[in-house]
């Protein structure tokens, strides 16, 4: 977390504290913070919600939607309990569901509840999965007065889900990023909410590709953790990841430096930058504001007519 926030400060944009809530040492980063609340609540309070710069609440993730979690105590250490606001060695259980929102009234009634509870100061985002319908679902977001709507697709990876339901579970961000940027447009309500969209991010290209398909920001995760030192060994449910990175076994934690943690991720970030404007040069565009939405610029490569129709582009030679 303090590689990642390091690393916001300094390129000037945001982190994600994930559900698990934020530890106090990392309050000084609160302007380039977004606060999640999630269906566990963890770390939720008055001053963790006054530190942020966004308040997201999250309904669904791409890489298990509709999947619930379970952090076992033993990983629950004593920096994990203060993080959380849980007895240490308890295990932390996160419902499939935010059981106080069962239809889009109560998503209403909890974002005015945030508002309010921030003075009205912080835009607050709502996070759900890319599913069939998710279109629909994101109308009802903005007219219940979410200012940002976040996407998570297929592609995204997790340490905490079934494979099953990470690989087979979901669509792809392309497909319901276009679909949801049509559906807003054709209601008249696209200008009253921003539309991040995350996984499957994986370079500058998609960050491209996403931009033009109607996204205003995007998220990356598996991204970050590689340029942490994340060497993709699968094996975070065990709590024994060699590169420090998802252990609380101090052992191996001390393993990462936060400054060349927050080094490395800001060079990934700087070098994407570049490579956009190389994009955007060879596009013949002057600016990334130009290219949101501009699906003109996009070609299909073997997809269906119906792919080709809801992302709203032309086969490729035509």
């Known amino acids: 977390h303090e590689s990642l926030a390091r690393a916001a400060a300094e390129m000037g944009t945001l982190w994600n504290t994930g559900e698990g809530g934020l530890h106090p040492k990392l309050y000084k980063y609160g302007n380039n ?32 939607p509709g999947i619930g979690g379970h952090l076992p105590g033993e990983k629950v250490s004593s920096e994990v309990s203060l993080t ?29 509840a945030l508002k309010e509870a921030t003075n009205y100061t912080k835009p607050i985002s709502v996070k759900i999965a890319a599913v069939h319908n998710s279109a629909a679902i994101a109308s009802g977001m903005v007219r ?112 990462v430096n936060p400054d060349i943690g927050a080094r490395r991720l800001t060079n990934l970030l700087r070098g994407w930058s570049i490579e956009l404007k190389d994009i955007l040069g060879g596009l013949g565009v002057n600016a990334l504001e130009s290219l949101r939405g501009n699906r003109l610029h996009l070609r299909g490569v073997g997809l269906s007519d119906t792919e080709l129709d809801i992302l709203g582009v032309r086969m490729a030679g035509r």
């Open 144 to 255: 219940a007065g979410a200012d940002i709507i976040v996407l998570d697709g297929i592609r995204g990876a997790t340490g905490a889900a079934p494979k099953v339901i990470r690989d087979n579970v979901g669509i792809p961000i392309e497909l319901a990023l276009a679909s949801v940027d049509s559906r807003l447009r054709e209601e008249g309500i696209r200008n009253r909410a921003s539309i991040v969209v995350s996984g499957g991010i994986r370079n500058s290209g998609d960050v491209a590709k996403a931009i033009a398909l109607g996204a205003d920001a995007v998220y990356i995760g598996t991204a970050a953790l590689i340029a942490l030192g994340c060497h993709v060994c699968q094996q975070c449910h065990t709590g024994k990841c060699a590169w420090g990175i998802c252990t609380t076994d101090l052992r191996l934690t001390k393993r």
């Open 84 to 112: 959380r606001m849980i007895p240490q060695g308890t295990d932390a259980i996160s419902p499939a569901p935010q059981h106080d929102i069962y239809s889009i009234e109560d998503l209403e009634q909890l974002i005015y």
């Open 33 to 64: 913070t977004i606060a999640q609340v999630a269906s566990g609540r963890f770390g939720v309070q008055a001053d963790y919600l006054e530190v942020a710069r966004v308040v997201e609440i999250k309904i669904g993730q791409g890489a298990k």
